[in-house]
């Protein structure tokens, strides 16, 4: 897994992140509504071949997917866990998605279940870790908002459970900036090219 060094639009975080950022804003919301539904279509595949429990999240904003998707996934019969943000620095709190009437307003313009708490360790119960994010690369590295929050949470996934980015096709690129505190995506799922192994698994 090798980050390109010889450029500073390519070693910036910053620079991606405005990027992708500013193209995501520009896309049709009708392009972005028929890509969702393919997410869905893939993110249900995926969840068939590895049962749950199913790590997942609530899209924001122009994140591809939707919330709709994760809904599938409940009325898939698969038990959905939802991440809710700590007050303090540390992994992702954990807890059951009941439905939509189950969410109430969290931090940073999330929705999180308002069911009882399930710890950061609910993670290792995951069959499979649907991850958001801005982009992905092929070895695996993942561009994040920079809050830290996966960081410190992917660790504790068990061993062989697939860690999925959540991204546009464009959004997979050849190479990005890594850190050592970078947990690596096992695969992405994508609109058109649908579940893409990445890194040593690709």
């Known amino acids: 897994m090798t980050a390109r060094t010889d450029d500073h639009d390519q070693s910036s975080k910053d620079v991606w992140r405005e990027r992708i950022l500013r193209a995501r804003k520009a896309l049709d919301p009708a392009v972005r509504t028929r890509r969702a539904a393919d997410l869905t279509r893939g993110a249900l595949a995926l969840?068939?071949?590895t049962g749950g429990p199913v790590c997942a999240y609530l899209p924001i904003g122009?994140?591809?997917?939707?919330?709709?998707?994760?809904?599938?996934?409940r009325a898939a019969g698969h038990e959905v866990l939802l991440p809710v943000v700590p007050g303090a620095p540390g992994p992702l709190d954990?807890?059951?998605?009941d439905g939509p009437g189950s969410l109430a307003p969290g931090p940073?313009?999330?929705r999180e279940p308002s069911g009882p708490r399930l710890g950061p360790s609910a993670i290792t119960r995951a069959r499979l870790v649907?991850?958001?994010g801005l982009a992905a690369d092929r070895g695996g590295v993942r561009l994040g908002r920079g809050k830290g929050h996966y960081d410190r949470?992917?660790?504790?996934?068990?061993p062989g459970v697939?860690?999925?980015?959540?991204i546009d096709d464009d959004e997979l690129v050849?190479?990005?900036?890594?850190?050592?505190?970078d947990h690596p995506m096992s695969a992405a799922l994508l609109p058109r090219a649908g579940h893409t192994l990445l890194g040593k698994n690709g």
């Not at 122009?62 to 996934?73: F, H, K, N, Q, Y």
């Not at 954990?94 to 998605?97: F, S, Y």
Request: net charge negative; hydrophobic share 55%; charged share 15%.
């Open 47 to 49: 969840a068939a071949a």
């Open 62 to 73: 122009t994140e591809p997917w939707s919330a709709d998707g994760v809904d599938a996934l």
């Open 174 to 181: 050849d190479a990005l900036p890594a850190e050592p505190h």
């Open 94 to 97: 954990w807890a059951r998605h």
């Open 108 to 110: 940073i313009g999330l």
């Open 130 to 132: 649907l991850v958001p």
């Open 153 to 158: 949470t992917l660790p504790l996934v068990t």
């Open 162 to 166: 697939p860690i999925v980015i959540v």
